[in-house]
């Protein structure tokens, strides 16, 4: 954090980083399974950076110095699912999301120089990144595409503060709402388990019907009482 802002005690540095911290609590969490709680620790440790950062750090899954999310022997490796529910997570959390080019048409790659394949027909080509990739009708391109949609749509994705309300001391849930005065909250969940999972909470939104942005399922939201949601495994909503 002492690169951001005036941390550092002198004049004012850089606007925000890449967030290299929560990269590898996700890479671990999304990828092996590690405890969700992670995510909360990473997050409270966001202190240490200026204020005018935090919020506008770089969230990414993978990038040009780091292998592929989904690479050779990844924990991920050609787990779409663990890459859905990673990528869901990274657009809807705290933070500036980067998809790093391919990972959206499932490149697996693994570290430097594997890391950077030919997106077009060329000399740099193995596995999925085969001849022509720039396909905008692949599953995970649209699910990409979903969820920059969502973050146009709700502003609190974008600029509002993050309160985390479930978390696991293993594979399981991770939920938080991000809320921005004047817009509507959203509320997110994730089980990073391959078992189903049912996520408990005390709603802190109105009563009535409550959308999943990324599915369309509609669950209702009681007057009062905890409300009960059941998450697959490896999902987001």
Do not use: C
Not at 19 to 31: D, V
Not at 171 to 200: H, K, Q, W
Request: charged fraction near 20%; charge should be negative.
């Amino acid at each position: 954090g002492i690169y951001t802002g005036t941390v550092a005690g002198g004049p004012f540095a850089l606007d925000a980083v890449l967030w290299y911290p929560m990269y590898f609590a996700s890479s671990n969490i999304f990828r092996y399974g590690a405890p969700t709680a992670w995510l909360s620790a990473v997050l409270a440790d966001s202190t240490e950076y200026d204020p005018w950062a935090v919020g506008r750090n770089v969230n990414f899954l993978d990038n040009h110095d780091n292998g592929r999310f989904m690479g050779f022997q990844s924990g991920a490796d050609g787990d779409d699912a663990k890459l859905r529910a990673a990528l869901t997570w990274q657009h809807t959390s705290l933070g500036i999301p980067l998809v790093y080019y391919g990972t959206e048409q499932e490149f697996d790659g693994g570290g430097d120089p594997w890391n950077r394949e030919d997106m077009w027909d060329g000399q740099w080509d193995f596995g999925p990144s085969e001849g022509d990739n720039f396909d905008m009708t692949t599953p995970m391109f649209r699910h990409v595409r979903r969820l920059n949609e969502l973050r146009a749509a709700f502003p609190a994705l974008r600029r509002g503060a993050q309160d985390d309300i479930a978390s696991s001391g293993g594979a399981g849930l991770y939920a938080y709402y991000r809320r921005l005065p004047g817009e509507e909250t959203v509320l997110v969940g994730v089980n990073t388990d391959t078992t189903p999972r049912v996520l408990g909470f005390d709603p802190d939104v109105p009563a009535g019907p409550l959308v999943d942005g990324v599915s369309g399922r509609s669950f209702d939201v009681p007057a009062s009482g905890p409300v009960s949601l059941q998450m697959g495994g490896l999902t987001a909503a």
